[in-house]
């Protein structure tokens, strides 16, 4: 029996693709109202995204290309939690040294989102790192192509305020970040 009025009851669940990063699932589902319906979304692991500072207080950065936008997106470090990963934060540390090649002195959590629930199982969890240095070259995934920058946090706020910035990850850091901790600060 449901829990609550708008909950749905799954009959049936599989697998409909399978490729690298994520699942294609499909569920056989009965609505409130009754009626039967198939839904489908798609299924991947936890994500971690890193608003990396360096210790002069500009944002780590990446442009790195999109093939489903076909162009450069600027935004910030992100990629998917990995089972050896001990934690969300070594999976934070992983994806800002696999991608930029710097490491971070702290990590702290910013917020955890379900960016796209209606139409996927996402998970992304948000971290801010101080202290970040260039230490090593980077260890880029076969299917990345990713050169790292460094922006003022004022100039970052203001990409993603013109719209230069589109990546909604990266948007919804910034956004996040500058909404509970002000518009130029660090601390």
């Given at each position: 029996m449901p829990?609550?009025?708008?909950e749905w009851e799954t009959h049936d669940r599989r697998v409909a693709y399978s490729c690298p990063g994520f699942d294609v699932v499909n569920e056989s589902v009965r609505l409130p109202d009754g009626t039967e319906t198939d839904f489908d979304y798609l299924s991947e692991p936890a994500s971690v995204c890193v608003l990396p500072f360096t210790p002069d207080g500009d944002v780590v950065c990446i442009?790195?290309?999109?093939?489903?936008?076909?162009r450069v997106s600027h935004g910030l470090p992100v990629g998917g939690v990995e089972p050896e990963d001990d934690d969300l934060e070594a999976a934070a540390r992983r994806e800002l040294a696999e991608e930029t090649g710097y490491e971070g002195d702290e990590f702290e959590p910013l917020v955890t989102v379900e960016p796209a629930n209606g139409i996927a199982d996402s998970l992304m969890h948000f971290f801010v790192a101080e202290g970040c240095r260039p230490t090593a070259d980077q260890r880029l995934d076969h299917n990345e192509s990713i050169r790292p920058t460094t922006r003022?946090?004022?100039?970052?706020?203001?990409?993603?305020?013109?719209?230069?910035?589109?990546?909604?990850?990266?948007?919804?850091?910034?956004?996040?970040?500058?909404?509970?901790?002000?518009?130029g600060s660090t601390e």
């Open positions: 829990t609550d009025p708008l442009e790195e290309w999109r093939q489903a936008v076909s003022s946090l004022e100039a970052l706020i203001e990409a993603v305020a013109d719209g230069e910035i589109r990546d909604g990850r990266t948007v919804l850091a910034v956004s996040y970040y500058r909404l509970f901790n002000g518009a």
